[in-house]
């Protein structure tokens, strides 16, 4: 069965910093891009970071530029976002995203992996 799940989300304040991993099983993540995606309550999914299946070109919106990095292991079939600095509006519950080509548009397109997302909370 094709899945990806997420983990490492949680209560952080802010400044500080989490971890995020996705877990590929049933299918191979080094021939797909992987992407970060957000919502908060009442607001648009947005993409947030991706990083290629090939030379491993990253993309970071500008709202996290310099504060998260994307990166893979695909001996693990596993993908992290690493997130520092951490501001009460990164507020919101993070999915991953496999797909054939590097994008952060939410889409839906066909081919697409989505796990079931991880919360994360930046609050004092």
């Known amino acids: 069965q094709v899945q990806l799940v997420e983990s490492g989300g949680g209560l952080v304040q802010p400044g500080g910093s989490l971890r995020l991993s996705c877990a590929a099983s049933?299918?191979?993540?080094?021939?797909?891009?992987l992407a970060w995606f957000r919502q908060a309550p009442g607001k648009e999914r947005e993409g947030v970071s991706c990083?290629?299946?090939?030379?491993?070109?990253?993309y970071y919106a500008d709202s996290v530029k310099g504060r998260f990095t994307i990166s893979r292991d695909n001996a693990k079939n596993t993908a992290y976002l690493q997130m520092n600095s951490l501001k009460p509006e990164d507020t919101g519950v993070y999915y991953c995203l496999a797909r054939g080509h590097c994008s952060v548009v939410a889409g839906p397109f066909e081919g697409d992996y989505w796990g079931q997302g991880t919360q994360v909370t930046v609050s004092s």
């Open positions: 990083i290629g299946s090939g030379d491993g070109g990253t």
């Open positions: 049933g299918f191979t993540l080094e021939y797909y891009a």
